[in-house]
Structure formats: structure tokens, C-alpha cells
């Protein structure tokens, strides 16, 4: 049985479509079918290093999400590091999976190690992945926080020194933190994992495949054993003759 | 000097406006202008039970703020319990106020008794809002989430029982879960706290008023110490020029 | 590719076997070949109900695994919900997936809802079972504990009863601790979770299916992504030559 | 309508009284009369480093207290970081405001930014300090405490060198701790907060002025809305006739 | 070598302290010599049911403790349950040992169990008790806490009724909150744990036994391995020469 | 009455009896009569550094205790800082005091101070640490964790390097975590706690003293008190008949 999970990269811009193809057919399992999206209607943010960007573009996001149930997707991936309105996908699709980088990496990364560091851009994320650290549950799992003084847009620069960078970071988690896996904490943060993890020794986490992958888990879930997101009261959906009322999604 | 605030009410229905004027304007300061607006210049979500209804009103609640920034509102408050947005909000104003009810409402609570108690709608609302206890520090101050089994609208169709409805509630809250104080977890629950406080004998926090008082205390730091939101690192300010070419707010 | 998954009942009885080789070949994926094995060379525990009952199989436990990695399986499933000897399986492999029930019912769980309730067999078992809660982070997500006042091999004795008092438990659950999935804390309450999330409608988790669901994706992350147990820290392998000396596994 | 509000400075030297006086009143609301008193009437503590010494001088704010009830006043401010006798202060007033340095700068500084440091005098203080962020629940948003070497005769002497000193401090605990608002933890490091949120660009909360300003908010919520510290349990105040047969207060 | 052990009741009547006396001498090791005080030079508190009481007597409770000391005495309990001033004491002393009820019986307590509840008074103690459950870091170890709705003086008013009362409680803690151990949260309900753990089966802790067995354990370990108080960081004791200009103790 | 108390070095190797036995004598009570055991019928683990070690070691650990109960002892010592079955351990005695070294040392360790930092052989070893840390409720007491970069076998071999080492961590300890007790996290870092703690001016925790002292103390609130382990619940023993049916101890 054929998965269909779409990525939504949920920024103006195509630039890095075509790297998350490529990176997700690369891990994919046979049976999945990959779609990768984002936003090109018009101009609007092409990052969300800041919770208003964020804000901006969840409406389209959930547009996106409606969308790609009815299109018969199973999955849908929300591309970015903040978990953006995971929530509210969960509450307005009817059985489609939802998954999110930072749940995904942080569930994968506490089932193979003790803990895990994320290595950020910069220090202005910490805040909000802090929160969401704490709203799964994994505040005892941290070791800690590394930003690397980069913007979403500087990682894929100049690749080598970026990943030198991550490299540098690492390890003083490893050696100063006691971390024992490290988590890229922006999906743009691709291209890195493989190396790093054969450098380091200890797993790496992308940002992007962690919720790919989990999707994949998801899906079988549901399928299998009717396992999938509780939808009768924090993912419950509204109501569908109010969500026309109210001229929705 | 005189403190303008604005309460908005992100729902697209003006039906409580002049209950949030009259009871603002019951309780403020000399000094402070009152000011509440809702969303009607189209159909949307008349409540936010659901977190896709905050999503959908977030970009409207953003303009809004940056509006009464503009205007020279000295505050802005997110007039629903689940705070939608407040780091967005705190993001994007240079310089002004921005509360939200649970979170001023949880300070209040704790500066006055022990712990505290919320009395929401229905069941559904309390995961989300037990994710903001914890990321504002409270957990271990929450005696209790309460539900009534009433949705937003509910509360005000017929208030005596409502009122009475609250009370049970409330009293269950002191009596088992050994709450001493009150919170009312829907900004709607408006026009009971002052009767049921007489009656209970402890705090009952109303969720709008809270951050409404708050609002006011904050301008006053702000003004007399130059206390005010942080903007270098979590509320940080995305660039003026990204904003314009992003074309946003 | 095959994924090639065994699970240890740890126990000296085949009793369930037949029973365990029929739900994993029901729910697996297609490439996965099940095998299962209980301990039946002399007499010992025909149930862990008690930690030094644990504490006599693990050795046996630990060979078993260590043979199941030369004869080339892919994972190990410990099918106790006390996670016996989790660290110790993961130390003794050099590269094979261990996957344990509470592990990973309760990731799988908090990533389907807002929560869980664990419904177990006798109350001894409970503060053993709030070790792991805690150990794995997930104390937050924990809504209660339900004992039903049965030991492991009551369970299957008369299976519609069992069904109906871990109904009325979980309900319960669902009612008053504001639980929004149910964990099945013992992989001998199997047979019943189908049922039960039809009737209660939200996810109920299986305790052996869990880690064998678990155990798949696992395999397929070490596969695809070679993202597997970190051995340099916390899993770290005894040396070859000191593991001889002692004359172990 | 007036507001009365006595700082007392719970120390057996009148020697920053008229520092107190001055910093008040710079920032006080219009309707706000300031008092500052301190204990003079015998020799006895003049600093209140040790938890002894506040022990010894408890009775006395407790006199000082109840006193300023009887005598008008609207709120009583202990003037200690230590919050000495928070709870007995609040159960002996039948309805008078009692803030305190260390709850007040933690509430404010956790709805100004998302954590904070605070810059101590000497170790010693950290311990019996530390147990206060946990007990008003604030130990996830403690970044860091940072002492300086000095005793709180200390921080006056020079005040040049002691603002160095905090600006090191306070530097450090932003670049390295990640904090975003910094607390002065003793009421004698007055005088330095202005120039150094100037210069550092975060909020600097000064310990009298927080206790200050949020006995002013406090007021106004008993004026306006009736919020008072709940006098029903943790708060309850002894018998009348109890306390006058034991001769107290 | 003697062990001499003050139990000091600081309340201003000595009807218990032969109670005190027989209980201390009944459980006491041979080398112990019990020395029983409470306040009699005045009137004032009989009791400490209010913070405000034991800010009272506790400049009285030092002195006794430092008088102690200089008498050559070995340990001094503080015989209360809400260990007033317990690091006061601490500071005040060279060498002596210091214990308190609340802390020794939440150690003993969780050595010998997995959790514990607490029977209390009044629900007017919870909130202090709370407190300082947090402080020794047993949160997480906390069944409940049971109140008897009975005041100090009422527990040995009629003691077949208030050890029938303590049945009831302690025996609701075990089935619905699953204690498995029962703390007596005040001193003064003395006389009933042994009976009371012969029929409920589990250990009840005493109030007064607790922190003196604790001292005679304290004493050996300071007499053998000069294992005691640290007095360097949070007990440091104050400068002599200060004590004595400030004319304390 | 006499005390007879086991100290069981789980591994194969006499290698430290002796100096067990002389440690244990030297700060012995009158009345305490000690055994030091080790496993040499065949060989074995003779260090516990890793999990899978313990595992092995574990059967003959629970022979041993339950044959030390037969023998008469009143209290047996699990010689190993990872506490290794404390609750399989608990279970199968019907009386006898059963004491580890890293919960009594905690214990000890906050009753002494405000925290502690633990200083362990190799970073191996602190997850498993960790776990313990966090199940005895002390997470919040950790100052930090210091490894030295020894194994098990190092220690005794240069002592005054040794000693040496742990100055140097416990110094940091001190200075930079703000620790202000330090607990030996090995029971084969005996020999250093004296002179260590006189150099630092803070207590130092011995890792085998500090279950021996508190088996004494264990066993004299057993024998006046009948305080003891709870059989009820966590630490209820298996029946006698099944256990016979099992073959097992």
C-alpha cells in the first residue's frame, strides 16, 4: 500500500524543494511517495526565525494540511523546526497523520540515547524550542543548547563551513554538555547529518528526516492497528457545519 | 498621563463588546482610555475553542496590534484565555504593552493565594491551556482544571445558571482539590468573579479583567522605569526592511 | 529487505507464545519475519510481577539477545512492561535494535494525544512502572495509573471479563483523570486493544505490539539513516576481551 | 484616593532611608504617599546576610506591620530579598497588601522576558535564595544566579566599581546562561538599574522597586476589583482572641 | 559516649513535654540522654498552627539552641512540623547536630517506602507543608495529604477518637491516593503510631521519633566520620564578633 | 544487641575485603558486627561499570541476601554505587534492612547541605547515575556530575593521585556548579573521604560508610520502632509457594 506524505516547507520560496526531494526520496521507504511543497502565491516570509513569521504563514499552512487530505495524502510533515500549529493540523484533518521536526527528532533521540543537544542558529530560537522542549515532556533530556550565530539562509552558504561549525558545536555538547545525541534544530540544517554522525560517533538528527520517517511510523500505525491521533478532545476537530459558517480552510 | 488600551477580541462578532467597555470601564484607572474591538469585516470564527480558529484569527490579531501601536495604544491585550500569539505580538510592537489573560491571570492568582484553580468550558480546552501553565511556570501551582461542559457561548445565555454552574465548580476546586483561589479560564465568564468571590470567600479571577489590570501595571513600569518586554532575544523584533519585503502587518 | 524481529518473553512458559506469534504476524509489515521465544529449559517465573523475579530471567535474557544478534536479527523485543534490562540489552549489542513495552507505548502514546493511563494488572506493580514514567520524561503525560486486582496469568483466563474491567478502567480514566489514550500496562492484556479503542474511541496501546511496531521503525532508521542506539556513552559496549575474561553472554 | 505604602527596611540602621525615600519617590505613582522605616529603638542586625538575623528581626516587622495596618496604610513592603515572613505578614493583616523583593522581581521579570539571573552578593545567599524560586515556581526560569564577593554593606561603598561589577556579572549571564532580564537580588544594590538596562538592553529589575510598583498593582486590584491575598487558608489569620491572649503583635 | 539530645517543644506551655519525655525515653538508644523544653518564662503561642506563631517564638528557639550548644548538648530537635527556622539553627550552632520533623520523617519515609502521605491537622497547614515538601525535593514522593479538620490541642482531647480518625485517613491515602507509607504531620499526635501501623500494615512515622532517631543518627555520623552540617555555603554561621556587636543569641 | 551487618562486594574478586573490612570496622558502632562478602566461586565481573554487568552479577547478589537473612543478619549492604536490585533486593527479605550506596549517601548528603555533586570514574556511568538521582527525587539537589577519567581498578592504584583528582573535581565541584557536599560515587573510592573533606571544609560522602551507617540506623528503628521497609505495596515479597515452585533463592 502506497504512503503519500507531503512536506510543507512553509515558506515563500522554492529554494530548498528540490533539497528535500532529493534528501527524502534518498531515506524514503518503497512504498512512499514523496511531495514536497511550499508557499509561491505571493511574496510573504521565506524563514520563520520569528514566532510572527510563523504566524503568518499557519493559515496558509492549514490550507495546505485541508488540502492535502482531500487529495489523499497520509501524512503531512510541517517543515520547520518551531512545530508550527501542530495542533491545529491535528484538529481540522479527519484521520491524516501530522508530524513535526522538533516531536519527531525528540521522541527518536531519547529511544537511542540518554539525551540530546540541538544545535540552533541563532540564540533569538531558544525561547520557543525551549517551550516545546518542555510541552513534550523531554526538559530532563536536554543537555543543552548550542546556536551557532546563523540564519535559517546562512546554513546552506557556504555547506563546509557550516558544517564545521555544527561540528565545533557538537562536540563541546558532547564533551562539556554530557550530550549523547545531537539534534540539528532547523530543517534547513540538511545535508549534514551523515557526516557529522560518522565524525562524532553518537546519532544526528535531521531536522526534516526525523519527521519523515516518523510520518512513515504514523502511517503504519494507523493503518495497521486504527493507532492515529485522538481526536475526542486536544486534537478533536471542530465542527464541520461551523467551519463552513465560518468560511474555512 | 493618560494609558490607552486596547482589549481586542479576536472573534469575528462585536455580541460582547459593549459587556468588555462596560466592565473595563468599571474597573480602570482615571488616567487609562478604554478601547475594544473585534473582527467583522468578514465571516470567521465567532469563538477560538478550537486552536485552528486561533491559527485562522492570528494574522488579523497581528494587524490589529500593529495598528494600535501606530495608533499610540500604550497596550494591547490578546482578549482570549489561550493567550494566542502573545510572543508574536511582543515580536512585532517596538515599544508597547501586550498582555493575555492566562498568563496575567496565573500571576495574579499566585501573588494572592498559594494555588489556583481554572474553571473552564469544556474538556477539550484543557490540554492546550495545561501546556501554558506549564511553559509559564505554574504546574506546580494548578490545583485543578475544572469543566463545566458549557462552550464560550453558553456562558452568557443564561448567567444565573452559569453562575451557579461556577460555583459547584469552584466549590468542588476548594473542597477536594484544595484550590484557595479561582481563575476564570474563558474571557467570557464575564460578570460573575465579584458574587462568587463574596460568595466563596476567595479570589475568582476574571479573564479579562487580569490582564487588563495587568496591562495597566506594565505601562506604569514601562513609563516610570522603562521596564518593558525584552526585545533582544525571545521577543526580539524581526528587521524592519524583511518585514516591508515580506510585505506583512 | 527483511527485517528480521524477535520477541523475548521472558518467562519460563510458552503458555502465550502461540498467542504473541499471532498478533505480530497480524500487524507486521510485510518484509518482517516474527520470531518468539519463551524460556523453557528448567523451571523459573512464569511471570515478572515481581522485581526479583526480573532480576533471575535478565541473564537468561542477555544470552538470549546476544545469540540473537549472531543468528543476524534485526531487533529484540523485551516483552516485560517493567523494560527489564533496556540499558543492559542496549550495552550488549554492537548494533541490533532493543526495543522494550513501556519504552515505547508510552512515545508512541504522546505522540497520538495529550496523554495516557496505564491500566495494570495489580497495584505492587505500580511504583516499579512510575520509575520508568519518570525515567523516560514522561511524568507530565501521565494522567493515572488504574489497577484492576489481577495477576499477569488472570488476564487471559476469561478474556470478556478482562475486556470489560479494563472498559470500566479505562473509562474511568477517560472521565475523571482527563485521559486521552490508554496504555495496556502488560504484554499478557493482549487480544483486547482493538475492541476497546473501538468502543472508547480513542487510541488504546497494545504492549507488545507497541515495541514490535517501535522495533520496525527502528530497524528501518538504523537502515536507512544508520541512526541507532548511541554506544559511545550511556550503551557503551564492555570490552571483547573483558566480556571473555568474565566468561559472559 | 491615596495610596499609603511603608517600605520596611527590616534593619537596625536608618542608613539607606533616605536612599529609599528618594528612589520611591522618583517612581511612584501620584496618589502614592511613601514611608521608609527602619528599626532603631536597640542595636541588632544591620544586614540580614544569615537567616538568622532575619529571624531575630521577624517579630519586629511583624509589630511594624500590624502597626501600619492599624495606622492606614494600604500596602507594607518587606524590604529583604530573602521575602522574610512573606507568609506570616500576610496572615496577621486583616486586608492590607504585603509584597516582597524576591516574588515581585519574579513575576515581573518572567512577563518582561523569558527568564532571568540573579546577581547575588555573596554564595552564601544562594541556597536559602534558591529555595524561593522553587517555592514561587519559577526554577525553569532561573538561568543563573551570580555572586559578586560582596556583602551587602558592600554594594554602596563604591558605587562605581559595584555597577562594574554587576555589568560583568549580568554580561556574563546573558552570553552564557541565555538570560534575557536580570534581577538585582538585594534591596541595598539600588541606585544601578537604569544605567545598566540602558547599557545592557535587557530589563534590569531593582530589588525595592519591584516590591514597590507591585504593591501599588496590588492596591489597586483590592481597591477596584476586591483581590485580595485569600485569607481563607494558606493565608488565614490566627484567632483574634487567640492573639491577645498570647499577648502578640 | 553519652548522646545528649534537647528536644525542644517551642510553644509556651509544657503540657506535653512529659508525653514527650516518656516517648523520647521509650525508643531511645542506650547511650542517649533525653532533655525535654518548652517556653514558660511568658506567655505566648501554645501552639504553632500559624506562620505568624512561629515568627514569634523563634528568636526564643535560638537562644535554646545556642544555650544547648554551650551546655554541651549533642542535637537539638526543632518540635515542629513545619521546621521553623531549621536553617537558622543550623547557622547559629559550631558543630552542633540539628533535625527537624518534617525533614527526618520525609527521608525515613522514602527509605523504607515509595511514597508517603501526610496526615495533617488542617487544611490551613497544606500550604506551608507543601512548601517545604518541595524545598527537600520529596514532591514527587507525595501520595497526599490528608487533613483531620482537628487543631493541635484537639489530637490528644479524646485519643481513641483521634486515632480512629488517623485509621480512616491514613487507610482512604492508602486505597485511592496508593501511599504506602503514613507520615503523623504533627508532633503532637504522639501515641498512636505503633497501633496504627500494626493494623494498616505499612510504617506510620512519628512526628517527635522521627527527627530525634534522625539525631541520634546524625550524632554517630558526626562523632565517627566528623560528617556534619556543612557550614561553608547555605549554613554558613555568622562573624562572632557581629553576633556580638548586634547583641544577639 | 548486637547488629550484624553483610557488606555484599558484588564481583569476583576479594580484591577490596580486606579494606572493606577494616573501613567498615574503623567507624562501626559498638554493637555492629561486620561482613565483607565477594563472589569467587567462579569468575565473573570483578567491576560494575556496565549494566550488562550487573545483570550477571545480580542472582547471586539476591542468594546472598537472602542467605545473609537466614544467617541471621539483621542488614545487608549493596556494595555497588549503582544500587543494583534495591527493590528486587527489598522484596525477597521478610525483614532484614536492605541499604545501597547511592540513595543513602544522597540521603546523608542533603540533610548535611543544600546539594551535592557526585564525583563518578568515567562518563559511562553517569546516565545510569542519573536515573537513580531522579528516581530518589534528588535531580533537584545535583550540583553536577564530575568524571575523572578512571575505571573502577584505577582508583587504588596511585591513591595519592587519586585523591589528587578528586581535589581537583571536587574544587570545581564547588567553585563552579556550587556544590557544597560531594558524595564518592564508587564504593572503591574508599580511603579519601577524611583527608578530602578536611582539605575542602565540606562534607564527603563515602560511598560504602554512608549505606553501612545508614544500615545501622535502618536497623535501629527496625528493632525499637518497627520501621521498616514497607512489604505492602512496591516491596511486597512473592509468595513463599511460588517461589519454591520456581526453584529461585
Not at 534518498?26 to 509561491?40: A, D, G, L
Not at 499552512?61 to 497520509?74: F, H, I, M, P, S
Not at 525561547?127 to 533530556?141: I, W
Not at 519523515?212 to 494507523?222: C, N, P, S
Request: aromatic fraction near 10%; glycine fraction near 4%; charge should be negative.
Amino acid at each position: 500500500m502506497n504512503k503519500k506524505i507531503m512536506l510543507i516547507n512553509p515558506i515563500h520560496t522554492s529554494e530548498y524543494d528540490k533539497d528535500f526531494i532529493y534528501q527524502l526520496n534518498k531515506y524514503k521507504n518503497n512504498e512512499t511517495k514523496v511531495k514536497v511543497v511550499s508557499f509561491q502565491d505571493n511574496v510573504g516570509p521565506t524563514h520563520l526565525e520569528y514566532n510572527c513569521y510563523e504566524s503568518v504563514v499557519i493559515p496558509k499552512l492549514l490550507k495546505t494540511v485541508k488540502k492535502a487530505e482531500e487529495d489523499g495524502y497520509d501524512a503531512a510533515i510541517i517543515g520547520c523546526f518551531y512545530d508550527p500549529a501542530l495542533r491545529a493540523c491535528r484538529e481540522i484533518v479527519e484521520n491524516m497523520v501530522i508530524t513535526a521536526p522538533a516531536e519527531s527528532a525528540m521522541h527518536i533521540a531519547t529511544t537511542l540515547g540518554d539525551n540530546f543537544s540541538i544545535i540552533v542558529g541563532r540564540r533569538k530560537w531558544i525561547p520557543e524550542m525551549s517551550d516545546n522542549v518542555l510541552k513534550y515532556g523531554f526538559d530532563k533530556k536536554l543537555a543543552s543548547f548550542k546556536p551557532l550565530g546563523l540564519g535559517v539562509h546562512d546554513f546552506q552558504t557556504n555547506p563546509e563551513v557550516t558544517k564545521q561549525k555544527i561540528r565545533e558545536a557538537a562536540t563541546e555538547a558532547i564533551e562539556k554538555d554530557l550530550a549523547d545525541s545531537i539534534i540539528l534544530g532547523c530543517t534547513v540544517e540538511f545535508g549534514f547529518f551523515a557526516d557529522l554522525q560518522a565524525d562524532l560517533g553518537i546519532p544526528v538528527i535531521d531536522a526534516s528526516l526525523a519527521p519523515f520517517k516518523y510520518a512513515e511510523f504514523l502511517i503504519d500505525l494507523k493503518n495497521k492497528l486504527n493507532w492515529s491521533h485522538c481526536k475526542k478532545i486536544g486534537y478533536e476537530s471542530p465542527p464541520i457545519q461551523e467551519v463552513s459558517e465560518f468560511n474555512l480552510f
